[in-house]
């Protein structure tokens, strides 16, 4: 079991660049999510998937998109990439199927550190 | 709206003392409240859950209703604890957690 998987590790985009962030989990989870994390600021959430065919938008969405493109994958795309957008992006993935506080639990991906210059 | 505080950027400690991570929510529902630590270099993982009422790695949380508070708390501090740590809420209805801004704990030898 690898667990939650992303790609890149590392990504230099210059302003106005596009590009897509890979997430993918193998748990048969249901629900998937894309954080950012900026110091000083925790975790935000971007956007999420409650179930395969839906996505959601969370506390800051802009400048973002989503696709669910099945049920193990779950993608993020910059269209056209800012400098306020420089972070590491988490994905991460819950069995929202499951009953009582583990339907919550949260596993997470190694992260991708991503800079806009 | 749903909320968790935690009101400290960083705690700084020496090895073997008590340290307490403070996390405050506001919700007015019942809660399920998480700890999740970050070690240096690796991905997010979740430390405990209040509904389990379990210790883990020496660390406890209590969750205090009528302080709307979910501390972090372990007696002797050891220097493979130094992480950052989040708190995070999850309110009936929602397929999201809401985590705090986090406190990044440093123990010292």
């Known amino acids: 079991n690898a667990g939650v998987t992303q790609t890149p590790k590392f990504q230099v985009l210059k302003t106005g660049q596009s590009m897509t962030l890979q997430c993918a989990q193998d748990m048969n989870h249901n629900s998937m999510y894309w954080y950012r994390q900026d110091p000083g600021m925790g975790l935000r959430l971007i956007y999420y998937s409650a179930s395969e065919g839906t996505t959601d938008k969370g506390e800051v969405p802009n400048g973002y998109n989503v696709s669910r493109l099945n049920k193990r994958e779950f993608s993020l795309r910059l269209e056209s990439a800012a400098p306020s957008q420089t972070s590491v992006y988490f994905c991460?993935?819950?069995?929202?199927?499951?009953?009582?506080?583990?339907?919550?639990?949260?596993?997470f991906g190694p992260g991708t550190r991503l800079t806009v210059t | 709206a749903q909320r968790v505080t935690q009101p400290e950027k960083l705690l700084s400690v020496f090895k073997g003392a008590p340290v307490e991570l403070k996390c405050n929510y506001s919700?007015?529902?019942?809660?399920?409240l998480f700890w999740y630590v970050q070690y240096s270099r690796q991905r997010l993982q979740l430390l405990l859950r209040h509904i389990s009422r379990e210790s883990i790695k020496g660390f406890t949380a209590d969750l205090n209703k009528g302080e709307t508070s979910f501390h972090l708390k372990k007696p002797f501090a050891q220097e493979e604890d130094s992480a950052m740590y989040y708190c995070a809420l999850h309110t009936s209805g929602f397929q999201k957690l809401v985590f705090g801004t986090g406190t990044r704990l440093l123990v010292s030898p």
């Open positions: 991460a993935s819950s069995n929202s199927g499951t009953s009582g506080s583990r339907a919550y639990e949260q596993y």
């Open positions: 919700y007015s529902g019942s809660p399920e």
